[in-house]
């Protein structure tokens, strides 16, 4: 069997030890992945800006940073690529694969509450996404409209939850939403 890499895109303030991020990297790792989390900087994971065109600049900065990382990268030793990405980091993620040139046949994403930018690459890219409807970052419309338009790319889409795929007070129900999630992962890795 050939080597596996997972590469975790992280969000703004969204660092790669949160319960989306850290247990899907878990996973990927339990399954013979070998695990790069990625960082883009305190002043990033800090960053307070929270509309999309405040978003657009973090994400160039943001990009750049973890370009020469990223460059370093032998993506003809992998069989298999998977690149999982939480907001931002979904189009960060979209945008080093294309900027890279690495084959879209090895390469597979897995987008978490992915933003509007992010949408267009569903068409081209292989993967799975999964958002809430209540997500302040994307409408429930554009939401629902990539489900429809893309099928065979939408893992779950979670009524109501905001950007964390959490909904406020219903701390049972996060749990098992995390859970899902993290079940569609391991889906898509069998």
């Not at 850290?22 to 790069?36: D, F, R, S």
């Not at 509309?51 to 069989?79: F, G, H």
């Not at 978490?112 to 930018?117: C, F, G, H, R, S």
Request: charged content about 25%; aromatic content about 10%; glycine content about 8%.
């Amino acid at each position: 069997m050939g080597k596996k890499l997972v590469i975790i895109f992280p969000g703004v303030g969204y660092t790669c030890a949160k319960p989306l991020l850290y247990y899907t990297a878990q996973l990927a790792g339990e399954y013979g992945y070998e695990v790069i989390r990625l960082d883009y900087g305190t002043d990033i994971h800090n960053f307070r800006g929270r509309t999309m065109e405040d978003l657009i600049p973090v994400a160039v900065t943001a990009k750049e940073r973890i370009l020469a990382q990223m460059k370093e990268i032998d993506s003809t030793k992998y069989e298999d690529i998977l690149m999982i990405s939480k907001s931002i980091g979904t189009v960060i993620a979209c945008k080093i694969q294309e900027e890279l040139e690495w084959d879209k046949k090895t390469v597979r994403h897995f987008w978490m509450t992915p933003i509007p930018l992010t949408l267009p690459y569903l068409e081209d890219f292989s993967g799975l996404f999964v958002a809430g409807t209540g997500d302040p970052y994307i409408s429930k419309e554009l939401v629902e409209k990539a489900a429809f338009e893309h099928p065979d790319k939408k893992g779950k889409i979670f009524p109501g939850c905001n950007h964390s795929l959490e909904i406020s007070g219903d701390t049972m129900g996060n749990i098992q939403r995390l859970t899902e999630v993290v079940e569609k992962l391991r889906e898509m890795i069998e």
